[in-house]
């Protein structure tokens, strides 16, 4: 639990206190996180062994994220928790000392689950392209799961990076779920 870098607040986000209650949309997510909960063990080592939550601010995309995390580090499955902005920026900040770039690339690029929050958040620069590519690609040849929340839909994570965009899709085959509709936004509405 240390090394997950999952903080106590978000330990405390599980499926039990997420509310689907407001919208089918939301519910649809929710039952398709269950349903990769209960199928982990059986989709781990296979292509589509990931999921991700795409689109509309505050709809629940990282609450999910973090719940399916709960689920699997309660069963001892181990999941690094990878918040994009704040890692890639502190990747590229120390990219001249090689020991930590390889350190720090190692752990997202072989942990056993990574869970991205908000992927490609903010301005992208080409350095920010590459350190994603590096980790994806890895994770990708090498049947390695990940969970991702991010605020762009299929269209545009395959506008940043065909290659990445790509492969996440592959990977996550029936586990995506994209939310649409600026009333889903529970922190307004």
């Given at each position: 639990?240390?090394?997950?870098?999952?903080?106590?607040?978000?330990?405390?986000?599980?499926?039990?206190?997420?509310?689907?209650?407001?919208?089918?949309?939301?519910?649809?997510?929710?039952?398709?996180?269950?349903?990769?909960?209960?199928?982990?063990?059986?989709?781990?080592?296979?292509?589509?062994?990931?999921?991700?939550?795409?689109?509309?601010?505050?709809?629940?995309?990282?609450?999910?994220?973090?719940?399916?995390?709960?689920?699997?580090?309660?069963?001892?499955?181990?999941?690094?928790?990878?918040?994009?902005?704040?890692?890639?920026?502190?990747?590229?900040?120390?990219?001249?000392?090689?020991?930590?770039?390889?350190?720090?690339?190692?752990?997202?690029?072989?942990?056993?689950?990574?869970?991205?929050?908000?992927?490609f958040k903010?301005?992208?620069?080409?350095?920010?392209?590459?350190?994603?590519?590096?980790?994806?690609?890895?994770?990708?040849?090498?049947?390695?799961?990940?969970?991702?929340?991010?605020?762009?839909?299929?269209?545009?994570?395959?506008?940043?990076?065909?290659?990445?965009?790509?492969?996440?899709?592959?990977?996550?085959?029936?586990?995506?779920?994209?939310?649409?509709?600026?009333?889903?936004?529970?922190r307004i509405?």
């Amino acid at each position: 639990l240390k090394r997950s870098g999952i903080s106590s607040e978000f330990r405390n986000k599980t499926f039990d206190n997420f509310n689907y209650l407001n919208d089918v949309q939301v519910m649809e997510a929710y039952k398709v996180a269950r349903g990769d909960v209960r199928d982990f063990e059986s989709i781990e080592k296979s292509r589509s062994n990931s999921i991700m939550f795409m689109g509309q601010v505050g709809c629940g995309k990282t609450h999910l994220s973090l719940a399916i995390a709960n689920c699997l580090m309660d069963r001892g499955v181990g999941v690094l928790y990878m918040g994009y902005r704040d890692s890639v920026v502190r990747i590229k900040q120390n990219i001249m000392d090689q020991a930590y770039y390889h350190r720090e690339m190692n752990r997202y690029k072989n942990c056993r689950v990574l869970l991205v929050d908000d992927l490609f958040k903010g301005s992208i620069t080409g350095s920010d392209v590459n350190v994603m590519f590096e980790i994806v690609n890895h994770r990708y040849f090498n049947n390695l799961p990940m969970i991702i929340s991010s605020e762009k839909r299929r269209e545009e994570l395959l506008k940043i990076d065909e290659a990445i965009g790509s492969r996440i899709l592959e990977m996550c085959g029936e586990y995506n779920v994209e939310l649409k509709g600026s009333r889903l936004n529970y922190r307004i509405y």
